[in-house]
């Protein structure tokens, strides 16, 4: 009688599962022949049920620090620009093909979502907001807070100054000693980051800074890190994360919530006086922006959050590849130097300065081609739809994506093919930017309805905080002997170990 009841069960899913079989595969042909598609190269074609193999192979490249050059190397190498692949049992479509990301990024933009593997993972420390958000919420969300970020506090050198003063005033250089200036780095996106988004800094540069601003610092480190791990984990992320994240979670709105309610309280009391702030005002902060707006607390706190970690990893890890390439390429660096000596004769840089040193310029582009802080992104289609390329043996033919099938696109791929970027395409040399002008070949920032809202202040930092570091030092090495740079994929991309250089005045 027991084996009734467990065996009727089993087969009625076992009849459930083949009957969804073959109703997508009758689906999958019609449209395929309606528009023409072809099925893509199948890299799990001896494994086709979990996926083990490439499972084990991208945990192995990634505990190695080479799970983007492996993806370039041994896979696009070995199965094409678009192939399909089953990783932990999910199928997948992974593309570097520019012409199957201007389909999803903007042409069929409409096709596809960030989906909710994404929005899930990060609901804990983020709530949902423009950066994990789709549809409607992300609509609104996006145009709550774009119009904040074209404002001049945003691109104001004084705040990035301040900061860095800091930094320079605490960071143990001379002597020929090596130190991680990518630890440095991070602080410093930090410090500016919530001065900008909050009403106060977290100020982690200070060694002996507030102890609430280290926690924070700690907090936001450590849920970051549940977030990373949880994204390759698929379906099975939930099995990770615990107390660690959940007191993350909880320091993190322990620190950000008394601002929020603050700026709320503030607001209110304005309007009742008649009070409200103005763009140019000094008390601008983007926090005192949205409570303005009559919004409420907990959308505050999740906008900011949402802002903050789409912006604080992403230019630390720009900045610190930026000092890492200049330690190493002599020549640039003498180059750049030269630029800044005959444009700025020593004094400090204004946001129009860092515009127009156009060979610092070119330095950050070739940085983000060669290690953009955002390599790879995934998307899942939320209906039956086609990609331009990747279908058929030669993978020149449409492809079709099925509802809710997800792909998985790599700009760190494409911006290391050398049929796109030439036989040096992995070699850093900022002069290739003098004559090229790439469209979806170069997506740093993304393209399309979701391109980053923060590009501008991104470059801007990052441009002033280059110009300062190499005025501030005038030496600037590699270790001896050096360390092989290995990728550490966290929110964005960094450096497995830290940047290590030798910094002296
Ligand atoms: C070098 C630094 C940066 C890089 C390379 C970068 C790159 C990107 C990329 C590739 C995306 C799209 C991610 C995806 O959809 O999968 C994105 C989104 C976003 N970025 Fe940035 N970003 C940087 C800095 C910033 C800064 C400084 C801010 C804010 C002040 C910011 C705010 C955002 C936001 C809010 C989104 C989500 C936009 C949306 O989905 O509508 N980013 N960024």
Redo the contacts with the bound molecule.
């Keep these: 009688m027991l084996d009734l009841f467990v065996a009727l069960p089993a087969v009625a899913l076992l009849l459930c599962w083949v009957w969804r079989r073959i109703d997508f595969e009758r689906r999958r042909k019609a449209f395929s022949r309606d528009h023409g598609c072809l099925p893509p190269v199948n890299a799990s074609r001896f494994d086709p049920i979990l996926g083990i193999y490439h499972t084990f192979n991208i945990a192995r490249a990634s505990a190695k620090g080479r799970h983007l050059q492996n993806l370039h190397d041994n896979l696009f190498s070995k199965y094409g620009n678009s192939f399909s692949m089953l990783v932990m049992g999910q199928p997948i479509l992974l593309t570097n093909d520019p012409r199957n990301l201007q389909a999803i ?1 903007a042409t069929q933009f409409g096709d596809f979502e ?1 989906g909710t593997r ?1 929005r899930d993972v990060m609901a804990d420390l983020l709530g949902v ?3 994990n ?1 789709d549809g409607d919420a ?1 609509a609104h ?2 145009a709550t ?1 774009r119009p904040n ?1 074209t404002r001049k506090q ?1 691109t104001d050198v004084v705040l990035f100054e301040k900061h860095f003063q800091v930094w320079m005033n605490h960071m143990p250089v001379g002597q020929g000693k090596l130190l991680d200036v990518q630890e440095w780095v991070f602080r410093f ?1 930090l410090d500016v ?1 919530t001065e ?2 909050c009403d106060k800094s977290a100020d982690t540069l200070h060694p002996e800074g507030a102890a609430a601003g280290h926690r924070f610092g700690w907090a936001i480190d450590t849920a970051c890190d549940v977030i990373s791990v949880r994204m390759q984990l698929g379906k099975l992320w939930r099995l990770y994360g615990g107390r660690d994240n959940r007191e993350a979670c909880q320091a993190v709105r322990d620190y950000i919530d008394p601002m929020v309610h603050e700026a709320v309280k503030r607001a209110k009391l304005a309007k009742q006086l008649g009070d409200g702030v103005v763009e140019d005002d000094p008390r601008y902060t983007f926090l005192g922006a949205l409570a303005n707006e009559g919004l409420g607390a907990e959308e505050i706190s999740s906008h900011v959050l ?2 903050l970690f ?3 990893a ?2 630390a ?2 900045i610190s590849s930026v000092i890492r390439l200049l330690a190493e390429n002599t020549r640039v660096q003498t180059r750049l130097r030269h630029e800044i000596q005959d444009s700025l004769n020593g004094r400090l840089p204004t946001y129009e300065d860092v515009r127009n040193l156009t060979y610092l310029n070119y330095i950050i582009k070739e940085t ?1 081609r060669l290690y ?3 390599p790879q ?3 899942a289609a939320i209906k039956d739809t086609t990609l331009p390329v990747g279908g058929g043996p030669d993978g020149t033919a449409p492809v079709f994506i099925p509802k809710g099938g997800e792909v998985g696109f790599i ?1 760190y791929s494409t911006h290391r093919r050398t049929d796109i970027w030439g036989d040096d395409a992995d070699q850093f040399r900022p002069e290739r930017w003098e004559t090229v002008k790439p469209l979806f070949q170069y ?4 393209a399309g ?7 501008s ?3 801007a ?2 441009g002033y905080v280059i110009a300062r570091f190499l005025q501030e030092y005038s030496v600037l090495k590699p270790p001896n002997p050096p360390r092989p740079y290995r990728e550490y994929l966290h929110i ?1 991309l960094a450096a497995k170990g830290g940047v290590w250089v030798t910094v002296d005045r």
């Design positions: 990024l960030i994404r907001g423009i950066f958000a992300w969300a996006r807070i970020l945003f996106t980051g900008l988004l949402n802002m789409a912006a604080r992403s230019t890890s720009l983000l953009p802080p955002a992104s995934l998307r700009i997506l740093p920032f993304n309805p979701r391109i980053c809202p923060g590009q202040l991104a470059q930092e990052a964005s």
